[in-house]
């Protein structure tokens, strides 16, 4: 697992802040990811799939790995495709407690609209997600979705996952992701204003290979 920085400038924030994105954790073993977190986050921001939906929705470490990330900082969280397929919005607020669960919904921290959304057919809510006084940011699970539908919004980050780096990275080439299929290009990095974890687990068979688990660092810097 490695810890990945980006560093992003600002004007309308009047400090820094320091933000971590966790990806698809997908009730993995969790000891390791706290040893590695940073200690002094502003926030921990989740863009979905805690859980594993080839088995039912295996969720038992979820709980406890969130209640010990709200130790170090305030947490946000949005559902993914294996939460929403495996639980009701309800459920998965209580399963996530005390951490926030962002539904097609957006929370206010200090300088910062946090917002969750899972694209169900309808777009046109994120326009009322969108906060113009403050820096905002999106969690949104499927990286497509950003040239699909968000970047038309006001939008200052997005931040994804789903796409697991490609699952295994030969020369540096990922060879295949859900929604993309072979060969995809959005899996990890960052694109215009959207950055993609490469998550924190493998829930399926097909081993990761040349493909880190990652702890995104995410440095927004005030512009004065």
Request: with cysteine.
């Amino acid at each position: 697992m490695i810890l990945t920085e980006y560093t992003l400038n600002s004007n309308k924030i009047s400090r820094d802040y320091k933000l971590a994105l966790l990806s698809d954790f997908h009730n993995t073993k969790y000891e390791k990811i706290l040893r590695l977190m940073p200690k002094e986050l502003d926030a921990i921001l989740m863009p979905g799939d805690f859980v594993i939906r080839y088995t039912g929705g295996t969720k038992h470490r979820v709980k406890p790995f969130i209640e010990e990330l709200c130790k170090l900082a305030p947490v946000y969280c949005s559902m993914g495709n294996h939460d929403l397929e495996c639980m009701s919005s309800e459920d998965f607020k209580s399963m996530i407690a005390p951490a926030k669960a962002l539904i097609d919904e957006s929370e206010i921290l200090d300088e910062l609209n946090i917002a969750g959304w899972y694209y169900l057919g309808d777009h046109i809510i994120l326009s009322g997600l969108i906060d113009k006084d403050r820096f905002n940011i999106l969690l949104s699970h499927k990286p497509n979705w950003y040239f699909d539908y968000v970047k038309q919004y006001d939008f200052d980050l997005v931040l994804s996952g789903h796409a697991h780096g490609g699952q295994m990275r030969l020369f540096g080439i990922p060879i295949i992701a859900p929604d993309q299929g072979l060969f995809p290009k959005y899996v990890k990095g960052k694109f215009d204003k959207l950055i993609i974890s490469t998550g924190l687990s493998n829930p399926v068979h097909i081993p990761r290979l040349f493909n880190p688990k990652e702890i995104v660092i995410i440095n927004l810097k005030a512009e004065h």
